[in-house]
């Protein structure tokens, strides 16, 4: 199961985004705040400042591009692709008045005919991967209901649905009879987005669409940092939350000490944590790699960094 960061512009900065990762657990990427796609044909560098994979070493971004020209969104994404991404993202839900009133974002989802000619010119042309980030219409349901006949004949990598209309903004609350019936009209990999505050709310979600296997999830994760974390503990009982690692890491340096003080020399004290280990491993997302990886080391400085390296990176095991 993958849970993404959502995009909130004016928060989900890359320093946002990198410092989030290296305190909480259970988020597995982000996407980035739209960039507008331009109609100049050279852009700046610090345009894409963002998602430079320099600014992006702790956590992986899908970059996502607002637009409703091809050759400018072809253009922006030639660039995206050439920093070495192999995706990028098509904004098809803002619905801030001022992009929805230039047929942007959601304001595009009245407009079968404009989409189905934007998706035929663009994915002609671009060299990597495309997904969609969408609402389920401006105004009404029945937009996304005509769009499906036409997403279902694209390669697309993913479809990410907020089941909100554009024109309720972020009031009312999110259709998830809508959200439902969407899964039945195609074979895309949908993304489900929207209102997910608290685990209570994801396991609603995930009982009522067991398909979905990726959640993407943006003011819950702002206001509860955690909540990625205890979803994941949630769904993978083996995964421990923060909470608990610090206690088992507590725990850990205690009896280190504790052997250090009363065994003769590194290689008893060596082999007794070893023993430890071979049960300590299981909280751990990848016991057998972190037995092996504690048994390998020989000296104390060794060890040491071996179990730094298990508390510290255990997501990425
Ligand atoms: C202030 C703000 C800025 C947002 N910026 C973007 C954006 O740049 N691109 C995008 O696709 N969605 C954007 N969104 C929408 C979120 O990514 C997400 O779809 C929405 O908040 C619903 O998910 P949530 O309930 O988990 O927050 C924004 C939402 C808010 C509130």
């Known amino acids: 199961m993958k849970i993404i960061l959502a995009p909130i512009m004016g928060v989900t900065d890359h320093i946002y985004r990198s410092t989030f990762s290296q305190f909480f657990s259970g988020v597995d990427l982000s996407m980035a705040p739209f960039i507008s796609s331009v109609q100049a044909r050279s852009i700046k560098p610090t345009y ?98 005509a769009l499906w006949p036409i997403f279902n004949q694209y390669p697309l990598e993913e479809i990410i649905i907020h089941p909100r209309l554009g024109a309720q903004l972020y009031t009312g609350s999110v259709d998830l009879d809508a959200f439902a019936q969407c899964l039945t009209r195609t074979n895309h990999r949908i993304v489900y987005n929207g209102d997910i505050r608290t685990l209570a709310d994801f396991i609603d979600l995930n009982k009522r669409f067991p398909r979905i296997d990726s959640w993407m999830i943006g003011r819950g994760l702002l206001a509860n940092p955690f909540l990625a974390g205890e ?23 205690a009896l280190y000490g504790k052997y250090q ?15 430890f280990w071979g049960y300590f491993a299981e909280n751990f997302s990848n016991p057998d790699t972190a037995r092996k990886k504690i048994h390998k080391s020989n000296t104390p400085d060794q060890y040491l960094t071996a179990v730094r390296h298990f508390f510290e990176d255990d997501g990425l095991l």
């Open 48 to 145: 894409l400042k963002d998602i430079l994979p320099a600014n992006n070493r702790l956590m992986p971004v899908i970059p996502q591009i607002l637009s409703k020209d091809p050759d400018d969104f072809l253009f922006l994404a030639q660039k995206i692709i050439d920093l070495g991404f192999s995706t990028v993202n098509w904004n098809l839900g803002c619905p801030s008045p001022t992009v929805v009133n230039k047929k942007r974002g959601s304001g595009l989802l009245p407009f079968p005919d404009i989409i189905r000619r934007f998706l035929d010119r663009v994915l002609a042309g671009l060299q990597g991967g495309l997904s969609i980030k969408l609402r389920l219409g401006r105004y009404a349901v029945e937009e996304i209901e």
């Open 231 to 253: 979803i994941q503990s949630f769904h993978n009982p083996s995964l421990k939350s923060d909470k608990e690692m610090d206690i088992l890491k507590a725990f850990h340096t």
């Open 261 to 275: 003080e009363v065994m003769c020399g590194p290689s008893h004290l060596l082999s007794r944590m070893k023993g």
